[in-house]
């Protein structure tokens, strides 16, 4: 199945360029942002021109082929220093983004192996597309299963909340969170989607929305704090939200408020679901007390919208993330199945028959 | 005690006029703004220029005496009768708000009385005036109160959490949620405050953090969304928020995003108080399922901030309030003190003692 519009590709062959929705215009305007350099890349992940733990995989793998595109004729010490260098300065952009690590990890690894393995430079870097195509297609792959196995608790005329954006427009296929909803409706149930506006970037509003509609599925944007009124009104059936990162005890960690979201749910005995490929699992981490929960700039909440909304001089706090705990979860989907009620037992089952203990 | 600002008073005599602080410029301008006859108020309560159930109740008063203050040599029959549609044309600025019509229906009756004594009209309009200026006063009296029956549970060092703004900006006084703030600080508690910042209208961020960090408060604003993982990493003491009207049972009125954040304050074992005058209880209701909820514009949603938030074309449901079961509430601070788990029997029992059931 298709949408309407792609989130990144890469365009042309070697050389080529990336170009991406610039996400930070919508809804209002849909701009195509070209990258054409590692730094150029940086900033866009930076800016959150492309976000989303699965696209800033993909988009960490496209850096790394920006970066060495034009090496030619080195040696396979050297072009293995520069990946090296291109993915340390990639890592720098985004530091709670697991997707990111992974992505970069990946394609340090296969430069590694070609180099073990006896290639040149010009070799390696002809792998280094080889990988970063690859990594593009699987992203695209598993979301498209995603939707599938979460389609499957969806069913026809049921109302679904979600929080933040974890859509087509957070990977480089139909979404995390939103998979299911799509798949739902190309099975031609009939759904409608309630959309947290998601303070202080507003993912929710600017970007879910946009995508949704984009797509012909029936959307209301609420503020963040309506969540409670419309679960007590009785209008949701289940919640769907995306990972940046899911700890082995299914502890998840996800965009600001979430958590909030889950609490209200098991308050309404509303059904509270993750969508998250198997790379979003870090082995690392045991519980999600390890998760370091990255601020941001006070300016996000406090003037958020080009107009100052805090006094002058207010102290703002302004976490990124928060962490669910996984007894407020009642099943993560996986592109290997469902993990129902998740603990450390049944998540390390899964990623084990998986091969999937990343980290 | 008194704050470095005056929210609404009157100005000069008869004839005189309203001056507000426009509340809809804050936190970046400080005007100050003149309302000269009835649509004028009109406007700025449906503006939300004033805004909070006392201060709106203090409004209408306002708007009744600058209704008649040029009325002289009418009959008593016909000074009541414009006083009845005066009230009439005030009473459409808000639907929601039990405070303009307690307000206008003692104005209202004051009149009535008045007549009923063989008052003549200029005798009449006298009397609303001395009846305005009443309610004034006693609105500053009772935020006081609030004030201080509040306090005796706020311990020096402690963090407590509000939404909204049930504050001085609120009323003619030093406001009813923040309140006990104000008298804790001013009894020499040291004290910080965890404003939300209450979309879609920010009256957190724009308001409450403007006038705590007026009186010299310590005062963090967070996102709507932020206030579960706030409370989750134990940083809140007690939360203390206003309301709109309370039924007789105890569920609470009162702005959107007041419910989740008492369900996220039960889930941590966090106090969950409501500040409110006995005039913001209403006996016609025996709980809050009958309390009907504004729906405002969408483009408070979608285009709060000047600037498209969300699809042009998308759906926006924008109700201003929510309903608080009152087996959520752990205690209401009113006037006559402390209603601890409020039910119907609790309830009743204060205001009746207080001779205070209205409606």
Not at 51 to 69: D, E, K, N, S, Y
Not at 185 to 202: C, M, N
Not at 269 to 298: K, W
Request: aromatic share 6%; glycine share 10%; net charge negative.
């Amino acid at each position: 199945m298709e949408l309407p519009f792609q989130t990144l590709q890469w365009v042309g062959g070697r050389p080529g360029h990336v170009s991406m929705i610039e996400q930070t215009l919508l809804p209002t305007q849909r701009v195509d942002h070209e990258v054409r350099d590692v730094l150029g890349m940086v900033d866009a992940i930076y800016r959150l021109a492309v976000r989303g733990a699965p696209a800033i995989g993909v988009a960490a793998a496209f850096g790394v082929m920006l970066g060495v595109q034009e090496l030619r004729g080195l040696s396979p010490e050297e072009t293995l220093g520069r990946t090296r260098e291109i993915a340390a300065t990639l890592a720098k952009a985004r530091p709670t983004a697991v997707n990111l690590f992974w992505a970069l990890d990946r394609m340090v690894a296969r430069a590694d192996r070609e180099a073990s393995a006896g290639a040149d430079g010009d070799a390696i870097v002809v792998a280094l597309f080889e990988e970063g195509h690859e990594i593009y297609r699987e992203d695209r792959e598993t979301c498209l299963r995603l939707g599938e196995v979460g389609a499957e608790r969806i069913s026809d005329g049921q109302t679904l909340l979600t929080h933040c954006n974890a859509g087509a427009l957070a990977t480089a296929g139909i979404g995390t969170a939103l998979a299911p909803m799509y798949v739902a409706a190309h099975q031609g149930k009939r759904i409608s989607v309630f959309a947290d506006e998601t303070r202080p970037l507003l993912q929710g509003a600017r970007i879910t929305a946009w995508e949704l509609a984009q797509a012909g599925i029936d959307v209301t944007v609420i503020t963040d704090n309506m969540a409670g009124h419309v679960m007590k009104s009785g209008k949701i059936d289940a919640v769907f939200v995306g990972s940046d990162r899911i700890a082995r005890n299914g502890d998840v960690c996800n965009k600001i408020g979430t958590y909030s979201v889950a609490v209200l749910a098991k308050e309404h005995g509303i059904p509270f679901y993750v969508v998250a490929p198997l790379s979003t699992f870090d082995r690392e981490l045991t519980d999600g007390s390890q998760i370091p929960i990255e601020e941001r700039p006070e300016e996000e909440v406090a003037e958020g919208f080009g107009k100052r909304t805090a006094p002058v001089g207010a102290k703002v706090f302004n976490p990124a993330f928060d962490v669910t705990p996984a007894a407020l979860v009642a099943g993560i989907v996986t592109e290997a199945g469902w993990i129902d009620r998740p603990n450390r037992e049944r998540v390390e089952a899964v990623l084990r028959e998986a091969g999937a203990l990343t980290g």
